[in-house]
């Protein structure tokens, strides 16, 4: 079993929770799978109902007049009597639109505890009358992060310590096991991190079995995708197919006159939303100055757009491609999947993601909130991924007060001023601090009774 880390929420969940837990996510990232093993991991009484392999469900619950009555229908399907205290498990509640908004009428009614998972349900829930604020945990789930991956294929502990330490004090990282990891990310570039596409790898090494469970994946997608647009006359699959070409230009920012001749973003902004809020692609945003809060120079109609997994896009690729990753072949630019693999990471540690771009200072790739400090970070594909004159042109300005930045390539660590240089593999380090005391009391001597 692929052990995911989202697995340690939903088992505290299991323990001490009281309220609703909602789990979701793109399509295949594993939700069904973790949840349904966590249920067994802890040994409690569950019963597991899909409102997509049991359609009946969905006429039970618009019929139903109240919680007692659902759930006395609830029982019936489920042909045996529903034992008090058991976990209710509904998979694929976006196929009912509403059942979120009732959530918090079961979760009153206390005679069971609830888990939901579903998937677009950004997609589907934008509109919803009313949320059950302090009813129900939301948990999302995305694709194996490059940590997971790393642990998936079994990689020691101390290890990963050792590289870890090395991240934090600046130290290079022993030549074979650099090597060897460099190895590793480039074949996370290929695999990705979609939980049936890593089983496949694991099961089998083969890469063409790997590739296509990836094609069924995009398919699932595409079906989405024309659903939706015949529905609402958006255009998903044109954007979605651009996705590849346009993270292959030098300049990466997405080019609508690309999707069509004359093509504004306010025509297109709703077709953006969908592919972001089903969790199929992941937005960089432009910010006009480095500076904190980075939310307040945004500008939401220059942007970067990336997939959710590195894996379907290595997939669109040619098979020369894949191999020539996987050989360190000088001669293919994976600048755009060091890109991908960056903006999967920061994004599923809760990073707001930008990107800053200026005529005279040049582009910074991403620029994040680190720990209350604003870092830019330059991605590196290539051997001469020390020269970067945007980030020296910005790290030269004081009224910007920017303290370092992160580089990140295939070399080995290595520091020069502000500049820290990392290997690309190091990316799975790099989050935000927890604080450490997040009580305060506020001192009202004198101001009351």
Not at 84 to 96: A, C, S
Not at 221 to 236: A, G, H, I, M, N
């Amino acid at each position: 079993m692929i052990k995911r880390y989202i697995q340690s929420e939903i088992e505290r969940w299991i323990q001490d929770g009281n309220n609703a837990l909602l789990v979701t996510g793109a399509r295949q990232v594993g939700k069904t799978y973790v949840i349904r093993n966590c249920l067994k991991n802890q040994n409690v009484n569950y019963m597991e109902f899909n409102f997509i392999e049991q359609p009946e469900l969905v006429q039970l619950f618009k019929n139903s007049t109240d919680t007692k009555d659902f759930l006395m229908r609830l029982s019936l399907v489920a042909n045996k009597p529903l034992s008090k205290g058991m976990i209710i498990f509904f998979d694929e509640i976006q196929e009912v639109k509403d059942f979120i908004t009732k959530i918090k009428f079961l979760v009153d009614d206390g005679t069971y505890k609830y888990v939901l998972s579903g998937s677009l349900l950004g997609v589907e829930l934008n509109g919803l009358k009313s949320a059950p604020v302090g009813y129900m945990q939301i948990l999302d789930m995305y694709p194996l992060a490059f940590y997971e991956f790393v642990d998936a294929l079994g990689i020691q502990k101390n290890i990963i310590d050792i590289l870890e330490e090395c991240y934090i004090e600046r130290k290079k990282v022993d030549e074979f096991i650099h090597k060897k990891m460099l190895d590793i990310f480039n074949l996370y570039l290929i695999v990705g991190g979609m939980p049936q596409a890593v089983s496949t790898y694991l099961e089998t090494n083969d890469l063409n079995r790997v590739s296509q469970v990836q094609q069924d994946i995009t398919r699932l997608y595409r079906f989405d995708f024309s659903k939706y647009e015949e529905r609402y006359k958006l255009k998903l699959k044109e954007i979605y197919d651009a996705l590849p070409g346009q993270l292959d230009e030098k300049n990466k920012r997405f080019q609508l006159n690309k999707v069509g001749k004359g093509m504004s973003f306010n025509k297109v902004e709703n077709d953006f939303l969908w592919l972001k809020d089903a969790g199929v692609v992941i937005p960089v945003y432009n910010v006009s100055e480095p500076k904190l809060p980075l939310m307040i120079s945004e500008n939401r109609n220059l942007f970067k757009l990336f997939m959710s997994d590195v894996g379907l896009l290595t997939n669109m690729y040619s098979n020369y491609v894949k191999m020539a990753i996987l050989n360190h072949e000088s001669s293919t630019n994976n600048g755009a999947l060091f890109e991908n693999v960056v903006a999967q990471e920061l994004n599923s540690k809760g990073f707001s993601l930008y990107y800053y771009n200026s005529k005279k200072m040049g582009e910074l790739d991403f620029v994040v909130e680190l720990d209350g400090e604003i870092l830019p970070l330059e991605i590196k594909s290539g051997k001469d991924y020390k020269r970067h004159s945007a980030l020296n042109n910005v790290l030269s300005l004081e009224n910007y007060n920017i303290k370092k930045a992160l580089v990140f390539s295939q070399g080995n660590v290595e520091v020069k001023d502000k500049r820290i240089y990392l290997p690309i593999y190091m990316i799975m380090f790099l989050k935000n601090r927890k604080l450490n005391n997040s009580v305060y009391k506020i001192d009202l001597k004198g101001l009351c009774d």
